[in-house]
């Protein structure tokens, strides 16, 4: 087996135990007293079925979905065997002529062939019963399982019905917050885990997001092989979800995978003695899972292909434009995903963005196919004029052979010009358009600002904004694709695998094994060019890229307003919405602070709605330019914020201003009267509907908060990274080159405090000397760990032992993930040894207990 070399090393922990007295608590409870609902083993799994029956909008859609699935795969696979095998295409295309008695007429049943000769067919193709039995044994399985959720689930019907007090023909009217805030009240009563007594919003969305966080952080810090550079198309991103499936099958639920149960990482994972030999048996198992995958390539690429066209055929005869639309990639909802964001969380957020980011792909058409496109769908307009009047002159024209196909290829031919031809009135207005797009999807390469009208930009946006017709074809490619990428890219990234999971998981009380980045700690994961200066620890191995710590934080803390978080956070959420308050209202001074708590959003969100002369002021620097495009950019946001959305134009435009100084009734009353709506209409509905039209009026203001906090971090990110040199660069490294990401040379010399910080290749970003940061009051203060007495940021960059010793330590410059390099660093090609440690038994488990 081949050395590997990784740029990993073990890191010691710093996460606070739990509460006093609460380090092994266990709740007991008297038999008599627990109810049906205590002690839940598998709470993961219970509190996943629990948000996917609320998704299927009850227990009978989830058993009709699921049951159709089952009759749809019989009919997929019958359906292709008898046309295969019981059909006479030469009568049925009238080659062969047929004698009848009664009628000339030749009907369907005549190019049937008689069922003993159908059967004998089948009997005498070998590949065709290898087909069957690989069907038949699949669908038993799918059966199987299919009983086995039926009473799972009616299980869970019973929990809402019982414990959380809501039946099945409210749940579709019931958004997520709800559902969740009565399983909060419920572990109070039920104790359905034992093993703290209050469950908080958090410690919810880990059990459902835990593995879903661990795919995050991985493609956050370019772990997993998925970005290529192929000849002649240059970069490009190759995720499907065959891939992921291997992912997930690798690393979390499979025979063999890196954890014993739901929530349980394996103890031999947790320390770094047998690292080696543990990277050479994971290797050996995706060499094994590749070669599966290799055997079973025929087979998967055959229903691939029949599940496509049976699945697009008739979308695409009604809809030939279809394909030329485009959708999220399965790349971009990983990139773009936070932290501890449900799937209906994030598939909101994108849809919100897609109008826009469709506007934008549309500003990039080829001006030479737009000239071929006009002329080709004239020639084809023009035949198909003729043939359709020769049809209305007489029928019988359609009796012709290939007439009727010749006029639904012109009519497929003509569409798809169309597809190429702009729209008459179209603006071209790419940097309006993209900051649209960011105040949605949160994420976004600094380089791209300002140059959203090259190609480059266009090109690297369609990776997570790709083609449906790229995204079938890529799924269509799957099964021959995902052996070779798992065979010779993810074997060499085995050993940097196996120090992602050690060094990043934590133990959580109540929890279990998560990944340390979904516990959104600024101290541990925070990046000082995203507003975490002084507030971070993390070195560059720790950050998370692109501000991922910071903005999920905010976005967990608008969507969940009754959660509370730890102190350190309090201070950075509450610190960061005074600031986007101040400078939005334009003040001087201490503005009043909002608390992230309070349901309304309110002077924040209304001057965004209102219009953007209460942000002209924003002044994010002392540089008149930067600060006019600062102005500029977020007048741009609030204007096409408001264009965009659909509620915002109707609901708060109107009704916002007043609606947001005034309490949850007066809110929806006020949002109904400035849409038109009629009082009476929503009084004579159920319950249900109006505390769906609450719901969302409370939906669009907490995600227009969202929008306004990401834009304003973006453009604080912006400044402090304007003093350095753009590298135009779309990720770190290519994911398939692995053995490129060593470590750089050890620097024994402590750096000076004005030198910039090191830039993640990920996006081109770098912050000059905190001198030149603008400082609120709260930050002129000395950087402390509260009660802990940590060191500040100072101290550890001057190269101060933590102890208090006083002594020096080295200093390590490490490429994280993907790797990163000062300018006037050279990178070796090989690195020097890494110390391998002695036993397993010589290092303690790799284990933080948080809470």
Known sequence: MAHFDTEYQRLEGS?????????NLLMHVPEGVKSQWHHIENLDLFFQRVYKLHQKNG???????????????????????????????DILFANKFVNHTDSSKVTLPDAFIPMDVCSARIRDNAFVIFVLIISGVFWLHRLVKFIYNVCCYWEIRSFYRNALKMSMSELPYATWQEVQARIVETQKEHQICI???????????????????????????????VKFRLPFFGEYVFYTRGLKYNFELIFFWGP????????????????????????????????????ANLLLCPVILVWQILYAFFSYTEVIKREPGSLGARCWSLYGRCYLRHFNELDHELMSRLSKGYKAASKYMNCFLSPLLTVMAKNLAFFAGSVLAVLIALTIYDEDVLAVEHVLSSITLLGVCITICRSFIPEKHMVFCPEQ???????????????????????????????LFQYKAVFILEELLSPVVTPIILIFCLRRKSLQIIDFFRNFTVEVVGVGDTCSFAQMDIRQHGHPAWMSEGKTEASIYQQAEDGKTELSLMHFAITNPQWQ??????HFLSQLKERVHREAAGLAGDALHYSLSESEPRSLIANLLTGPSTLGSVHFARDASLANHAAAAVNDSASALRSLSPVSGSLYLRGSLSAANRGHASTVSKAMAGSGTDARTVSSGSSAWEGQLTSLVLSEYASTEMSIHALYMHEFHKQQSRGDLPRHTWHRQDSDESSDSIPDEVRSEPQPRSRHLPRSH??????????????????????TRGQEGAPSSADRQAGVDPSGAGTKFVRTARVPMGGWADDNQATPRYPEPLPEESSDDDIPPHIHKVT
């Open 762 to 783: 990920t996006f081109p970003a770098a912050a000059p000397s905190p001198s030149e940061l603008p400082k609120s009051n709260s930050d002129t203060g000395t950087n």
């Open 256 to 291: 063999g995978s890196l954890f014993e149960n739901e929530w349980s990482l394996k103890p031999e994972y947790k320390r770094g003695g047998n690292r080696h030999d543990l990277a050479n048996k994971l290797a050996s198992r995706i060499l094994w899972i590749g070669i």
């Open 59 to 89: 227990f009978t859609c989830m058993l009709l979905g699921e049951l159709f699935e089952l009759v749809q795969l019989l009919f997929v696979v019958g359906f292709t065997v008898f046309l295969a095998n019981c059909v006479d295409y």
């Open 433 to 463: 358009l993209l900051r649209v797009i960011l105040a949605h999807i949160h994420y976004m390469p600094d380089h791209w600002q300002g140059n959203a009208h090259r190609a480059e930009t266009r090109d690297q946006f369609s990776q």
């Open 565 to 570: 978080p730890p102190q350190e956070t309090t």
């Open 195 to 225: 093993h703290k007594k209050e469950l908080s919003e958090l410690d919810v969305y880990h059990r459902i997001l835990r593995f879903k966080n661990y795919m995050v952080a991985m493609v956050n810090k370019s772990l997993l092989p």
């Open 15 to 23: 996460y606070s135990d739990s509460p006093p007295g609460e380090e």
